[in-house]
């Protein structure tokens, strides 16, 4: 303690003294008959109700999940230890909620949003975010119709995304789920760079630590951390906080939302919540349902994804929103024109798509992903089975450019994958066929992309343009990733103002024809 | 079924029936000598073990209580046991009494202090509490001693607890300051 003057203290000391009230209050209080395995059967409590906040004698909060004849069922947001039969619970009168700001931003915290990173408390002015809220209203919203570019060229060009969307991203283990988020996150940083960032937040719920330091480690490496949060329950977490870890990550994710800025929200993943939120549910006795799920986990994550939304782009009708929290509402920031764009991920059994969980989220979601072990170790990378993932409000979503560039490349790709079985004949093909072989295989060429290595939309314009008109028949396909990285290179130096009218989604012949050139120009190099 | 629902129907039962044959007070009387003989650990460890069998608890329940309760209790008790349901018996008694404070209107409240209170400040609490219009018309106090409280008092009444308690607000200050 230096230089703390002792008068500064007693001013402190006195300031808080003097909002403190020694009146005593009726209170509402109950005692604990049964703890254990992270959840309390409270006596008493007669009066309070779902969802609500009660705090035990030692300080640790629980949340009311069930409301019974003559207990409630109480889940433990903290240690058990010192928690007996007999201990009161007293009701606070208040929904459980985490306190954001500003100065969340770059770190990492808990369920409740505790900084877990040793870099002290979150500092600045906070509001509380109830966990649980309910998604806003028809009139509140406004269909998707801005990108979120995830800098990976073959979602961009064939499963857009737009802001505020929400696009699961599913898979077996190993098969780059993960990393599809991660590059997606790393990609906003050109926008932190303009000064228009996207606010991330990456959850992890029942992720192993270890996964979680990595992650934290990676994104600050690529300057990620800048516009990150990263909220985690890791598998040694109690099973609560594991599923209401998404939760915390949505009243953050909707903290920007609600303040008119864009924002991304990572779950990762929905089948190890859902797993949590299982045992939650068979340890307060509620009936077990399909695979032992209890019944309310659909409603689980289609009211956590529901939040997931594009705010109308009007001030006024914004701050009309429903359920805003009051500490929000109260402090003006309330504007129009935020988005909430959620990325669930589910992880499959054996490929196993038609399991409980995994159709739930698929049809909840605006689309999906589909990532595949064997196209992943086939060397096609990101492993995207192009063929079934879809986005189903996408579309609306992309740049001109992209979209007049792109709008081949999917139908290209599935015939080619239909005449894919006939290449093994060999040479007795025809020419047309023969053609759609080779654009397809160097598309796929194209559509490879290293991890941690987004690109730029107008990078991606560029490139695309190449594969779906055929100029790269002269190039060998294990050249492409080669020719590709000259020719980019090249570009940026010799014709930035076509990349920036790509960017601006303008498409004009003169830029494509200096495109055109370049491309064959150094395709002549390739020739074998 | 949960021990509190199976408690609070054999207690409803008997209530109901004591009150149609006007024995009330004879069976809380009874419920009431049971529960203090339910004061003994043995007794109740007794009643709960589930290797005895009921003729057997049947028998020495006879031997124990022998004819000390009136018939209307003796019938239920021996009922309770032939059901399986003895290791509940403390519950129901528990359950009975609340029940028949509900019925003549009592409100059951206990007042804990830190040093033990004199009559004159125990009828003012009294008075106090009846003008409150929190309680029924009728009040059952017991009183507490607890040292832990440093000084003031608590009063719970089911499940509503009124802290004036200076431990509690030393907490409560405390909470304050390391917000």
């Known amino acids: 303690m230096v230089g703390v003057n002792p008068e500064e203290i007693s001013a402190i000391i006195k300031e808080q003294l003097s909002g403190f009230k020694t009146e005593a209050e009726l209170e509402e209080v109950g005692s604990v008959l049964q703890v254990g395995d992270g959840i309390a059967r409270v006596y008493g409590l007669s009066k309070a109700r779902a969802g609500e906040l009660v705090q035990f004698e030692n300080g640790v909060n629980a949340i009311v999940l069930n409301l019974e004849e003559d207990n409630v069922g109480v889940v433990l947001m903290g240690p058990s230890d010192d928690i007996k039969e007999g201990s009161t619970v007293r009701r606070t009168g208040q929904i459980a909620s985490i306190q954001v700001g500003e100065e969340i931003v770059g770190r990492v915290v808990n369920t409740l949003g505790q900084a877990i990173d040793g870099k002290g408390a979150i500092g600045g002015e906070l509001f509380d975010m109830p966990l649980e809220r309910k998604a806003p209203g028809v009139i509140y919203r406004q269909p998707v119709n801005e990108p979120l570019q995830t800098g990976i060229k073959a979602i961009d060009a064939m499963i857009p995304i737009g802001r505020g969307q929400r696009e699961l991203i599913i898979g077996d283990r190993q098969t780059g789920k993960t990393a599809i988020a991660i590059d997606t996150i790393i990609n906003q940083k050109e926008f932190y760079e303009k000064g228009e960032p996207v606010y991330c937040i990456y959850v992890a719920s029942g992720q192993k630590a270890s996964t979680v330091a990595q992650v934290a480690k990676v994104l600050e490496d690529n300057g990620a951390m800048d516009y990150t949060v990263i909220v985690s329950a890791s598998a040694s977490d109690p099973a609560p906080l594991q599923f209401y870890a998404p ?282 | 079924m949960s021990v509190g629902r199976i408690a609070t129907r054999y207690a409803k039962s008997l209530l109901d029936l004591s009150i149609e044959q006007n024995q009330l007070e004879g069976a809380l009387q009874d419920i009431q000598s049971l529960k203090s003989a339910m004061g003994s650990k043995e007794l109740v460890q007794f009643f709960k073990s589930p290797i005895i069998k009921s003729e057997k608890k049947l028998s020495v329940y006879k031997a124990i209580f022998g004819d000390k309760f009136q018939s209307l209790a003796d019938r239920f008790f021996q009922l309770v046991i032939k059901k399986g349901r003895e290791d509940v018996l403390p519950e129901i008694c528990d359950e009975f009494l609340y029940q028949y404070k509900e019925y003549k209107g009592i409100s059951a409240v206990t007042i804990v202090s830190a040093t033990a209170m004199d009559d004159a400040a125990k009828e003012q609490v009294k008075q106090k509490l009846l003008a409150s219009n929190e309680t029924h018309a009728n009040v059952d106090l017991n009183f507490e001693v607890d040292e832990k409280l440093i000084g003031g008092f608590k009063i719970k009444l089911g499940d509503r607890l009124y802290d004036a308690s200076v431990a509690h607000k030393l907490e409560l200050l405390r909470k304050e300051f390391s917000n």
Do not use: C, W
Request: aromatic share 8%; hydrophobic share 40%.
């Open chain 1, 247 to 528: 939760f915390a990550g949505a009243a953050i994710g909707e903290y920007f939302r609600d303040t008119g800025r864009p924002a991304l929200i990572v779950y990762d993943d929905l089948s190890k919540q859902a797993v949590a939120y299982r045992e939650v549910s068979l340890l307060l006795k509620r009936p077990p349902g399909r695979e032992a799920y209890p019944g309310d986990v659909f409603y689980l994550h289609s009211r956590l994804l529901e939040r997931a939304a594009k705010v109308i782009n009007n001030d006024e009708i914004a701050q009309n929103m429903n359920d805003l929290p009051e500490s929000l509402k109260a402090s003006g920031k309330v504007r129009g024109g935020g988005s909430l764009t959620a990325l669930p991920i589910i992880e499959t059994q054996a490929a196993d798509v038609s399991a409980y969980i995994p159709t739930n989220v698929i049809s909840i979601t605006d689309g999906q992903i589909f990532l595949e072990s064997n196209l992943f170790n086939a060397g096609i990378r990101p492993a995207i089975n192009v063929g079934i993932s879809v986005s189903r409000v996408g579309g609306s979503a992309q740049i001109k450019s992209m979209k007049k560039v792109s709008g081949t490349l999917k139908l290209d790709q599935a015939q080619y994958r239909e005449l894919e079985a006939f290449a093994k004949f060999g040479s007795d093909l025809d020419a047309a066929t023969l053609s759609v072989l080779e654009k397809g295989k160097r598309n796929v060429e194209i559509l490879k992309q290293p991890q941690y290595s987004p690109l730029t939309v107008e990078n991606q314009v560029a490139i695309i343009y190449l594969g779906t008109n055929g100029l790269l028949r002269d190039v060998p396909v294990d050249k492409v990733k080669e020719f590709e990285e000259e020719f980019l290179s090249a570009l940026a130096q010799k014709h930035p103002d076509a990349l920036s009218s790509f960017k601006a989604g303008k498409l004009d012949k003169e830029h494509l024809e200096s495109v055109k050139t370049l491309a064959e120009n150094i395709a002549k190099g390739y020739k074998a």
